[in-house]
């Protein structure tokens, strides 16, 4: 099965700041990635699929990018409300594999 | 508006079992796939199975072992999640999830039901 991982586990940074976040696949897996925003105590939320479209409603700060195994979520101009965990999905074929999340804090 | 509501969750000893419902409303249930994804306490997500309409298409993650059955019925806009053989490492939060276009893109989540296998 491919395996996707993610870096960095954790970050903080300030408003106003540009945060990246890598996802990183074991295979090719083409355009198939999503990435989810996960708000603490709340149900996760399709932010970006097929690499770097934007979900209906999500701020345009937000972007993606990549192809194949290496893909990068970037948040620009970091709001208060974007504290969460940010988990990467493959969604080509099953398994529908997750990445272990990196949760994003505000100094 | 596209709702999903989870319900049968609670404690269960190990090796018991539980049976999950998920009522849908708010689109034409029939024609999508639907997916159960779990979350154990502090951890991060792990999709479990998915169903396909008219429950052609069935897939489970290997680590449940055969011991979790996913089901629908689409004339009551509902999917259920049938665990046999419980284990304290099934104790998660399991949310119901549609499809969105690709079976794996997961566009609507419910609120989860919380699953809690204890002695």
């Known amino acids: 099965d491919i395996q996707m991982t993610q870096s960095p586990s954790s970050l903080s940074a300030s408003v106003g700041d540009r945060v990246t976040i890598t996802c990183r696949a074991s295979?090719?897996?083409?355009?198939?990635l999503a990435w989810y925003q996960q708000k603490p105590g709340k149900v996760p939320k399709l932010l970006i699929y097929?690499?770097?479209t934007l979900q209906t409603g999500v701020p345009s700060r937000f972007s993606g990018s990549g192809a194949g195994t290496d893909f990068t979520l970037t948040i620009n101009s970091l709001q208060p409300e974007d504290v969460a965990t940010y988990y990467c999905?493959?969604?080509?074929?099953?398994?529908?594999?997750f990445g272990p999340g990196t949760k994003l804090e505000i100094k | 508006e596209v709702q999903l509501v989870e319900s049968g969750g609670g404690l269960v000893k190990p090796g018991g079992s539980l049976r999950l419902s998920c009522a849908a409303s708010?689109?034409?249930?029939?024609?999508?796939?639907m997916n159960w994804v779990r979350q154990a306490p502090g951890k991060g997500l792990e999709w479990v199975s998915s169903?396909?309409?008219?429950?052609?298409?069935?897939y489970y993650a290997d680590s449940l072992k055969g011991r979790f059955t996913i089901s629908r019925d689409d004339a009551n806009k509902s999917l259920f999640l049938e665990m046999d053989t419980l284990s304290v490492d099934d104790t998660a939060v399991y949310y119901c999830?549609?499809?969105?276009?690709?079976?794996?893109?997961?566009?609507?989540w419910g609120q989860g039901s919380l699953v809690t296998v204890s002695s």
């Open positions: 999830a549609r499809s969105a276009g690709a079976p794996g893109l997961f566009d609507y």
């Open positions: 708010g689109f034409t249930f029939s024609g999508y796939y």
């Open positions: 169903i396909n309409p008219r429950s052609t298409s069935i």
């Open positions: 295979q090719d897996i083409s355009y198939y």
């Open positions: 097929s690499v770097s």
């Open positions: 999905q493959k969604y080509h074929s099953v398994p529908y594999t």
